[in-house]
Every structure is written in C-alpha cells, then in structure tokens.
C-alpha cells in the first residue's frame, strides 16, 4: 500500500482540483451543490496525459456512497489508500463550498499605494467591469477586438495610437460565432489595426450565470485574466429581467466577481421607463458597472466605406472622465483599418443632448468660458444655454465664480 500524503489543491468556481503527483492520481470536484453533492472525476497523471478511473456523482455526506466509491476504485488501483483520499476530498470540498470568500484587514498606508492600472488607458481599467454601449451599427464588436488585440501582444505601435499591457484575454460570444468572429479579427490584423493575435474563443448559448462551469473551466484552461463578453443582452439572460433590471443585473455582477477576471463589456443602447438613454434599458447596470463608454456614430463622412466614431467616457469610479476618443474605421472586403481621429464638439453636438454636449465642452477646454462662447460651439442660442446651465449648476456639474463666467466643478 502507498503511503498516503496531502494532494496539491487548486479552486476554481464551483470546482477543486486535487493532484497526488506520487500516486500518479488526479481527482476533480465539480458542479457542487449547497446539498453536498458534487461530480466526482478520476484520473490516472502519469505526466503523458491523463486516462479516466471512474466518474460519478456523489453525495459527499453519505459514507455508504463514499465506501461504494472506495470499493469500485480499489478494482483499479488496489495499492492506493482510497478511503483516506476520498476522506480528504469530501471535507475539504464541503469546506470549500461553506466557506465563500475569506476576510482580509485593510491596512491602508500613508504613501501613495498607485492606482490599478490599465491594460489600455482608459478603457480597460485592471480588475472592475468595463462597458463600451451604443446603437446597432457603430462598430462596437469591431472596436472592442481591436483592444483586444492589441492587448495580446502588449503592443504600442498602433493606428489607434495606443500603449497596451500585455494580457492573457479570452473572449465569450452570445452574439456571433466562430466563423465570423474569425473573418473579422482577420480584417483588422490584415489592416494592421493590430498585429496578428490568437484568441481564446468560447460560443455561448445559456446565460453567464446558467453556464458558468462551462465558461469557469475555459478561462481556467487558457490562463485567462481579460475577457471580452459579447454582448450584455444574452449573457445577463434578459428573460429572467423584473421590469427594472434590477434581478438580473444583481445575478450576472455577482456571478462575473467570482470569476475573478476583468471584464470588457459589449452593450447595447435602450431607454428605461422615463426615456432616459440607458445601459439596455436598465440603471442598475450603470451602477454596477465601473467604467462606462458611450459609442456614438459622428455622421461625419459621406463615404459608406467609411464611418467617423467617437468613444465618450460617462462614468468612472476610479478616474476622471477623458476626452472623447475618435476613431475613422476604413472597410474592405479583407480589412478593417481602426485610426485614431481628432474629434471635435462640432461633430458630436448633433449627436448628444445640450446638457452632455457643454460637460464635453467644459472637459475639453478645461478653463472658465463665457455663455457666449459655449452657446456657439454647441450650436445654441445664448438663452437655451443660459438654462442648461443653471441646471447643470444645481447638479453640481457646473460653477459660475460670480465673474459671468463658466467651468466644471471638478476642475
């Protein structure tokens, strides 16, 4: 009989992996269940690929199951002490399941700790759920595998004119499949937009939430730190929305947390109840989310080959808002070519309401300015922006110094 030592344990969601490289044996728990029950795998590692003893499902509580399993695995491997490894799976499994998440102090220090970071400044911000929403047709998809691309290589010689972190992204896709998803990401490298990348591709059809064992074991099997979720719609599961959002909102936030990955986010534009533009049509989205990009067709060029987007930055938790982002997209049968273009509150006025188009205006010009000047960027008359004003004053958006002049109050 083998002397029975501890195995090498790995969490994952829902899942523990225990590996006894001595007894050439590795076992999964999988699919746990608050009951106590869990599927059951084991494999005979020899270090030249794993061959499958057995799988059952079992309920780790009841030693009559567990003394059944022993039995039926001693037929295998009768030198390994298969009652004390199955002792070992079942309570640190059970300990696993009980045991959420583990409490930490918070010891903050006096120095400047830094700030999380970014994988591209600013719109993939390390660790929280980022969202780039718009209307059908703006590019969304496109835009957001170019990022991703970039992030691939770490690169920082780029059309987009971005400094990319290197990562490990993978990408989850309710909206498209394979074979498109493959002729796109072709056309944008083909367009050096971004230099060739190998992308980790999962096509889902259930809810994240309703198929997180199969999308916890995808990211696990490639390492994955970013993940790309295309779209919001599908993966929140919209049929089991209450009329606010709020339900599903709440279960695919919770669900994407305990994938402990940084999210980037594909949404689609909606309108709620009072026909406030919102995030597919629900608020709780947006205060779930911590860095939200609206992404706005310009309709500044004439060309159908053509399309002039601009990235507008609405919400951050952990930064200032920036500058809107413009990018000219070029289209050919074989290529996607993503620039960046300068961008000016010209061509965005028609595209934004009066009380964003002077908060842009104010970002941009970073400086007191007089009504007159404001009402003639954004296309106003003096009274109108008279009025948007103020309210934006009684918001706390806006400051008037007592000069007759204007500025952001965050500046």
């Known amino acids: 009989m083998i002397e029975y030592c501890p195995p090498e344990t790995t969490e994952h969601i829902n899942k523990v992996q225990y590996q006894w490289p001595s007894m050439e044996l590795l076992v999964y728990a999988d699919r746990l269940a608050d009951s106590g029950s869990a599927e059951l795998w084991f494999y005979h590692a020899n270090g ?3 061959s499958l003893l057995h799988a059952t499902k079992a309920n780790l509580l009841s030693t009559s199951t567990m003394n059944q399993i022993a039995k039926r695995l001693q037929e295998h491997s009768s030198d390994l002490p298969w009652k004390q490894i199955l002792t070992c799976i079942s309570s640190q499994t059970l300990e696993y399941q009980r045991r959420g998440e583990p409490s930490n102090i918070i010891q903050p220090l006096t120095m400047d700790t830094g700030h999380p970071g970014y994988f591209i400044e600013p719109i993939i911000l390390k660790g929280v759920p980022s ?14 595998l170019a990022l991703i691309g970039l992030v691939c290589c770490g690169n920082d010689d780029n059309p987009m004119g971005f400094k990319a972190e290197r990562a490990n992204p993978g990408m989850l896709d309710w909206e498209s ?13 083909e367009g050096g937009t971004c230099p060739y990348f190998e992308l980790p591709y999962l096509r889902c059809g259930l809810s994240l939430c309703d198929d997180v064992d199969r999308i916890s074991n995808f990211i696990t099997e490639h390492k994955i730190n970013l993940v790309l979720i295309d779209s919001l ?24 947390r305990r994938l402990n990955v940084t999210p980037l986010i594909i949404a689609q534009n909606a309108k709620n109840e009072e026909n406030k533009k919102t995030i597919f049509g629900s608020t709780f989205f947006t205060y779930y989310a911590r860095n939200i990009f609206e992404l706005k067709d310009t309709k500044s060029t004439n060309n159908p080959d053509e399309k002039l ?16 982002i413009g990018f000219r997209v070029r289209y050919t049968d074989s290529t996607i070519i993503i620039e960046a273009q300068e961008i000016t509150l010209q061509q965005l006025k028609d595209r ?7 908060l842009e205006f104010m970002r941009m010009e970073r400086k007191l300015c007089s009504v007159k000047s404001i009402a003639d960027c954004i296309g106003k008359s003096e009274n109108r922006t008279r009025v948007v004003l103020t309210i934006l ?3 706390g958006k806006i400051v008037n110094p007592g000069t007759g002049l204007w500025g952001l109050a965050e500046e």
């Open 393 to 395: 004053k009684k918001r």
């Open 309 to 324: 987007i601009a990235l507008i930055h609405t919400e951050s938790n952990y930064s200032r808002r920036y500058n809107p």
């Open 233 to 256: 719609g599908q993966a929140a599961g919209s049929d089991r929305f209450d009329s606010s959002g709020k339900a599903g909102a709440l279960r695919f936030f919770e669900v994407l």
């Open 48 to 50: 030249n690929g794993n």
């Open 352 to 358: 934004i309401e009066d009380t964003e188009a002077i």
């Open 177 to 189: 499949n394979r074979d498109l998803t493959y002729y796109n990401t072709s056309r944008l490298v």
């Open 131 to 144: 969202i780039i929403y718009g209307d059908k047709g703006v590019n969304k998809t496109n835009l957001c």
